[in-house]
């Protein structure tokens, strides 16, 4: 195999040309993985994490309103929490 040296065209030692397959290997793996990554699954992260950040954000809504003073009973006749 050859490879470009300061604009040179040389042979590549065992050495580099062993890491050259390792790299293509975990490449073609990398793309396999994602070839074969489940839309549907994706999908189902996707609403995992927005239902865990509407959570995060009505307990942050909730304690901010606590803060201002209001009762807990105030808050849960505001937002049902």
Known sequence: MKRLLNGI??????????ELTNVRNQ?????????SVD???????????????????AKSGKQ???DLGLSEEEVKALIGV
């Open 39 to 57: 839309e549907t699954k994706l999908a189902e992260l996707n609403v995992e994490t927005e239902t865990i950040n509407t959570l995060k954000k």
């Open 9 to 18: 065209i040389v042979d590549m030692t065992t050495a580099e040309q062993n």
């Open 27 to 35: 490449a073609s793996e990398f793309q396999t993985a994602w070839d």
């Open 64 to 66: 901010k309103l606590l």
